[in-house]
């Protein structure tokens, strides 16, 4: 499975993004999908995380203004990203994980960079 990441740009602060992540394969089996960013100087962190059962995941900062979602259908898991704020900004990385018997799979795509003036 490949992943790509789109969606990402130039907003001002109070604005909204949509992220995409659209996978090559079918992410049915995907365990986990996540949203990662990492910002200049500092090191990747985990943004949001949603679960083959739709469980959900946010770090604090982004507790009620980012909402994480993945259809399997489509193959896509998406991050709607309101009320950014310019520490949101980043590059922003999906990722899949995979249970597989003995261990795991990690898949990450290429990012897509989101800034936000103030």
């Known amino acids: 499975v490949q992943l790509q990441a789109s969606g990402g740009g130039l907003v001002q602060a109070g604005g909204s993004l949509r992220l995409s992540c659209t996978a090559s394969?079918?992410?049915?089996?995907?365990?986990?999908m996540g949203w990662y960013r990492q910002a200049p100087g500092k090191q990747r962190e985990l943004v949001a995380r949603i679960t083959s059962g739709g469980s959900t995941t946010y770090a604090d900062s982004v507790k009620g203004r980012f909402t994480i979602s993945r259809d399997n259908a489509v193959n896509t898991l998406y991050l709607q990203m309101n009320s950014l704020k310019p520490e949101d900004t980043a590059v922003y990385y999906c990722?899949?994980?995979?249970?597989?018997?003995?261990?795991?799979?990690?898949?990450w795509g290429k990012g897509t960079l989101v800034t936000v003036s103030s």
């Open positions: 394969g079918s992410i049915f089996r995907v365990n986990v």
């Open positions: 990722n899949g994980v995979r249970v597989i018997v003995g261990g795991k799979v990690d898949y």
